[in-house]
């Protein structure tokens, strides 16, 4: 569980020769490329955009489980999976 990611915000940078090019928030580092062949390219580059959201998400809905968080905090954490899983399906959140 030792693993390190890149953190903050990830861009997608559909203006890349080719291709798909998720970054971090700088753009200094490439993260991800997907070619722009593939016929789910788009979809894909949204999902791998908001792997750092859903992984925090999902840190928070089992923090919350194990902790035995009140209704109120439990919700918040619902709303929270449910906009970064929106956010992945490449839909806005209001």
Do not use: H
């Amino acid at each position: 569980m030792g693993a390190t990611y890149t953190k903050g915000e990830w861009n997608v940078d559909s203006c890349a020769v080719n291709g798909i090019v998720i970054t971090n928030s700088n753009e200094s580092q490439a993260i991800a490329f997907i070619p722009v062949k593939s016929e789910n390219a788009e979809a894909n580059s949204k999902l791998i955009q908001s792997a750092p959201d859903l992984l925090e998400a999902l840190q928070s809905l089992v923090a919350s489980t194990y902790n035995g968080c009140s209704r109120k905090e439990s919700q918040e954490q619902l709303e929270k999976a449910e906009s970064a899983i929106t956010k992945a399906l490449g839909g806005t959140n209001s």
